[in-house]
């Protein structure tokens, strides 16, 4: 048995490109000069002296969806508890809704939807219109670092700041902390062959399929009766080439390292991120950045249904991952879009653009990656600090190494790390989600 050595970085780089604007912008041009020219009432200070307002029909738009929204979370909320409450789990069960989304063009939708979202709102209407959104998602309005009328847009709103101070990180050297707001769905070790991470009750998918034919995922070569190695191919550059299109698909059954599995130590953990949730991503441990991919792929929902009723969500969805180490082993954390708007914010790499519009018709094509320099140190990142944003509510999915000694000192005590969460807890940026004690 050893171990399969992770691939080198190679040489040239693929950088981003096809950098195309988007689709709609000529479209709308004339809907928003006149949004703009409606909006402007005395310099645009809000103020409607010897004017009369007519209310922009985004602003409209807006608040219907807000009261949809609301509905569809309320209803959504109370079949939830009512499981909860007679202890029910929900298990996959793919409906007729998710063979409907694959016939949707999710992506122009969503294009669209930012658009709207982008658009500049009244300053009469900011406070009431983000009040409308706190109260339907249980936003906390008191922890935002700027007063109401100075977000321009819903998509300000959404991806803002908050004080300082609202977000302590914990202090513990010994800890992994959360680095979203957000609700645990998921956790645990990786330990069966091909690591595979549990979507819902009676439905897994590799992790490999997540993060990529080209990860460096570690994970042990097991040998043959002949005492013989099996060696991995998929690392390679001829291999990864021919096999893209699997993870694309993203048929975790097509991907089959049967003669791999996972090293002692490997955790998963998957973060839901509500609409009404603070939308900004940190570091969850002080960690070096070695390569960034970007998958184009779908924008299907991903709210607790959606993962219930839709194969390969997070593997189908467009998303960024970024694979690095940290002083423990490996180090990913996957954040993945979803319908509406659905760009992903990377804040080491302003330039990246998601969600642009595809070339074809076909929703696989290889990942874009990016190889971050110098070469093995990459971009250093400090537990709790900014990384990234959504622009509507997703998901994160952090994959990494842990102690998992079963040796105990000489207290009793063990090095082995443990989640301090549950499945279903509510979660801030800082917080733990696991520690281990000091070898």
Same mark, same amino acid.
């Given at each position: 048995?050893?171990?399969?050595?992770?691939?080198?970085?190679?040489? %040239?780089?693929?950088?981003?490109?096809?950098?195309?604007?988007?689709?709609?912008?000529?479209?709308?041009?004339? $809907?928003?000069?006149?949004?703009? &020219?409606?909006?402007?009432?005395?310099?645009?200070?809000? %103020?409607?002296?010897? &004017?009369?307002?007519?209310?922009?029909?985004?602003?409209?738009?807006?608040?219907?969806?807000?009261?949809?929204?609301?509905?569809?979370?309320?209803?959504?909320?109370?079949?939830?508890?009512?499981?909860?409450?007679?202890?029910?789990?929900?298990?996959?069960?793919?409906?007729?809704?998710?063979?409907?989304? #694959?016939?949707?063009?999710?992506?122009?939708?969503?294009?669209?939807?930012?658009?709207?979202?982008?658009?500049?709102?009244?300053?009469?209407?900011?406070?009431?219109?983000?009040?409308?959104?706190? #109260?339907?998602?249980?936003?906390?309005?008191?922890?935002?670092?700027?007063?109401?009328?100075?977000?321009?847009?819903?998509?300000?709103?959404?991806?803002?700041?908050?004080?300082?101070?609202?977000?302590?990180?914990?202090?513990?050297?010994?800890?992994?902390?959360?680095?979203?707001?957000?609700?645990?769905? /998921?956790?645990?070790?990786?330990?069966?062959?091909?690591?595979?991470?549990?979507?819902?009750?009676?439905?897994?998918?590799?992790?490999? $399929?997540?993060?990529?034919?080209? &990860?460096?995922?570690?994970?042990?070569?097991?040998?043959?009766?002949?005492?013989?190695?099996?060696?991995?191919?998929?690392?390679?550059?001829?291999?990864?080439?021919? %096999?893209?299109?699997?993870?694309?698909?993203?048929?975790?059954?097509?991907?089959?390292?049967?003669?791999? #599995?996972?090293?002692?130590?490997?955790?998963?953990?998957?973060?839901?991120?509500?609409?009404?949730?603070?939308?900004?991503?940190?570091?969850?441990?002080?960690?070096?950045?070695?390569?960034?991919?970007?998958?184009?792929?779908?924008?299907?929902?991903?709210?607790?249904?959606?993962?219930? =009723?839709?194969?390969?969500?997070?593997?189908?969805?467009?998303?960024?991952?970024?694979?690095?180490?940290?002083?423990?082993?490996?180090?990913?954390?996957?954040?993945?879009?979803? =319908?509406?708007?659905?760009?992903?914010?990377?804040?080491?790499?302003?330039?990246?653009?998601?969600?642009?519009?595809?070339?074809?018709?076909?929703?696989?094509?290889?990942?874009?990656? /990016?190889?971050?320099?110098?070469?093995?140190?990459?971009?250093?990142?400090?537990?709790?600090?900014?990384?990234?944003?959504?622009?509507?509510?997703? =998901?994160?999915?952090?994959?990494?190494?842990?102690?998992?000694?079963? $040796?105990?000192?000489?207290?009793?005590?063990? $090095?082995?790390?443990?989640?301090?969460?549950?499945?279903?807890?509510?979660?801030?940026?800082?917080?733990?989600?696991? #520690?281990?004690?000091?070898?």
């Amino acid at each position: 048995m050893r171990f399969r050595v992770p691939p080198k970085w190679p040489v %040239s780089l693929a950088h981003l490109h096809h950098r195309h604007p988007l689709s709609g912008r000529l479209c709308f041009a004339s $809907s928003a000069r006149n949004f703009q &020219s409606r909006a402007s009432v005395n310099g645009g200070t809000g %103020s409607s002296e010897g &004017s009369s307002f007519l209310v922009p029909g985004a602003t409209v738009a807006t608040i219907v969806m807000l009261g949809i929204l609301h509905a569809r979370r309320l209803y959504d909320d109370k079949k939830v508890e009512e499981a909860k409450e007679k202890g029910t789990e929900f298990e996959f069960s793919p409906d007729f809704k998710a063979t409907f989304l #694959r016939m949707l063009p999710l992506r122009s939708i969503s294009r669209f939807w930012g658009f709207m979202m982008s658009l500049e709102i009244p300053v009469f209407f900011r406070p009431h219109i983000y009040k409308a959104w706190a #109260r339907a998602f249980h936003s906390n309005l008191e922890e935002i670092a700027l007063p109401l009328d100075e977000y321009a847009s819903l998509r300000e709103f959404f991806v803002r700041s908050l004080k300082e101070g609202s977000r302590p990180i914990d202090p513990d050297p010994h800890c992994l902390v959360s680095p979203v707001d957000g609700t645990i769905l /998921r956790f645990g070790e990786l330990r069966e062959s091909r690591a595979m991470i549990e979507q819902v009750k009676g439905f897994s998918y590799s992790a490999i $399929s997540l993060l990529g034919a080209n &990860s460096f995922l570690p994970m042990i070569v097991q040998e043959d009766m002949h005492g013989e190695s099996i060696e991995q191919k998929s690392d390679t550059k001829d291999t990864s080439k021919k %096999s893209w299109w699997r993870i694309s698909l993203a048929s975790p059954k097509m991907w089959n390292p049967a003669a791999a #599995r996972p090293v002692k130590g490997l955790f998963y953990c998957v973060i839901y991120l509500k609409p009404g949730d603070y939308h900004r991503v940190h570091s969850p441990i002080d960690w070096n950045v070695f390569i960034r991919r970007h998958f184009s792929g779908r924008l299907f929902p991903s709210n607790e249904r959606a993962t219930r =009723t839709i194969r390969n969500l997070y593997v189908e969805n467009e998303r960024v991952v970024l694979e690095g180490q940290w002083a423990e082993g490996y180090m990913a954390i996957a954040a993945i879009g979803a =319908t509406n708007i659905g760009s992903i914010e990377l804040f080491i790499e302003p330039e990246l653009q998601t969600n642009r519009p595809k070339k074809g018709l076909l929703h696989s094509e290889p990942p874009d990656e /990016r190889i971050y320099k110098p070469e093995g140190v990459g971009v250093m990142l400090r537990k709790g600090e900014e990384m990234a944003a959504f622009n509507m509510g997703s =998901t994160v999915v952090l994959v990494f190494q842990a102690p998992a000694s079963k $040796s105990h000192h000489e207290n009793g005590s063990s $090095s082995e790390f443990k989640f301090c969460v549950n499945r279903g807890d509510k979660i801030h940026v800082g917080e733990a989600l696991g #520690r281990w004690n000091d070898r």
